[in-house]
Structure formats: structure tokens, C-alpha cells
């Protein structure tokens, strides 16, 4: 074939190749594996490293998680060593397809091969556990990092968090929050609402409080409480009896925060516990002192 030209020129050779290459992944994604091995087991293409992670990447696109370690291994016998981006397209078909065993094979071997994974891939299997309500796979995962030679960042946090604030492991995710700063990976907004989530799911009122306090005094508005976080607070301290204290809560709400309706509920449902239906019924838009009062005293505010 022809090589490249002066002007920059594609050959003939490389816009076969490059064909070649995406009919192969066409293929993968297809699922079409007959058409896949027989392309790879002619004697015709020897494809490298990159032309393999496309594939790879290709099944990674449709969460084909067995084609994508299939491919790994088919590199491997052919005597080349997948590199840290075919791994982690690999990680991702697994994490989008919920398999939560095959990843952990393949980071040992990744360690083996003292190739650090990719930050990404490891992110979203954090994630991809918490979604399967698999807490103590999200934290192994994620203490794991450093040994596997990746820094885990303020978004791994964050997923282990979520897969805590789904549990309710309000403990663990107490211990996590605090722990990030030594970790070089400072807290954000999304790591303390996320954590305010999991001790209102795990019932765990007071430790809101301490939550909140932390983000009232940071030093950085990074931290600074939403709409979010404060329906979680809310809820969490109206689930466990301490209306006042919601309500409290509630208005000390900054006016830069909206009151978006999520956290107007959460009020009105505080006030409703506390009895306080004339308070329930304004901040519905219900006048009290009008036609509307018999309504609210009588219990018929609809919450």
C-alpha cells in the first residue's frame, strides 16, 4: 500500500484499516460475536493497542460488560497488554450494567500489572454499588483507590456518601464527610446534603443539626446549604418529633436559597406535627383569618 503523502494524505492501506476497524465495532455493539471473532482471528489485520480499545470502548457503549472483558482476554492471548483506558472502558460496561463481581478480577489484575485504573471508572462502580444497595462494596472500593495507585477525588466521595444516605448508615457517612479534607479531597455541597440524606434516613436528627452547623461556619460558600439540604433537614428533624426545631430551621433559611416546593412541604408537614395548623395553612396560601381559618382548624388542610 501507499504510503502518506506530501500534503498529508491518508492511505489506501489506512482508510482499509480504519474501515476495517469500524466494522468490527459496529459488530461489538451488535452484539454480532460470530462476525466479531472471525474479523479478529483472519490472518489478514494485526490490530494494536488502540484499535483494540476501540473495541472495547464499543462494548462498553451498549454495557456489553462479558464482550468487553471477552476482548481483554482475546488481547491477552494474543500477547498484548491491555492498558489502563481498556480497563476502564471495561470498568464502565460493568458499572452500567450493575455486574459488580467481574470488576473486582479485573482490578487485581490491573495491581498485578501495577497499572493504576482510571478515576472515572472507578467513580461510577462507586456508584454502581450504592445503586444495588451494596454500601460495603462502595467503601472497599473506594479505601481501595490509593493502594491501586489513583487519588480518589471529592466526586468518589460523594458516591460512596450516596450509597451510605441510601442505607442510612448516618454513622459511616458522618465518619466519611470527615475525613475527606485528609484525604485532599475537600467537601462540597453535594458531600453534606448527601450526608444530611442519610441521617434523615437513618433517623439520626441531631446529627443534621451538627451538619448544618459545620456548612453555616465553613469558611468557603462552596459548602453553603441549598434547597436540598434543607429538605432534607427538615423532613429529618419533623420525622423525629422535633417540629420546633424544623420549623426553626426552616426560617433560618437564607433569602438567597429558594423555597422551592420540596421545602415548602417539608415545613408545612413540621407545622401540621406540631399542631401549628394556622402556620400550616399560610405558608400554604391559605388565609387563616378568612374563609379559610374553619378549614385549617378543623384539620383539613391538605398536607
Sequence with gaps: AAGQGRGGAVSTEQVARKSALRSVCAAVRSGSWDEVNASLSGDGMRWGRGEWRAMVQ???????????????????????????PAYGHTLVACARAG?????????????EANVAPELRPMNQLIAAAGKAGRWKLSLYILKKMPALGVAPSTISFNSALSALARAGRWEEAMELLASMTAEHAPPDVISYTTTVAACQKGGAAT??????????????????????????????????????EALRTYDAMPPEVERSEAVLHAAVVAAARGGQWRRAARMMGVDPGGRGEAAAEGGEVTL
Design 99 to 111: 455486574e459488580l463481581d467481574a470488576p473486582m478480577r479485573l482490578l487485581e489484575e490491573l495491581a
Design 207 to 244: 446529627q443534621v443539626l451538627e451538619v448544618l452547623r459545620q456548612m453555616n461556619e465553613s469558611s468557603t460558600t462552596a459548602v453553603s446549604p441549598n434547597a436540598v439540604t434543607f429538605t432534607a433537614a427538615v423532613t429529618a428533624l419533623a420525622d423525629a418529633g422535633r417540629w420546633r
Design 58 to 84: 464499543a462494548a462498553s457503549q451498549v454495557s456489553d460488560w462479558r464482550g468487553a472483558t471477552w476482548l481483554l482476554d482475546a488481547m491477552a492471548e494474543r500477547g498484548l497488554a491491555a492498558d489502563a
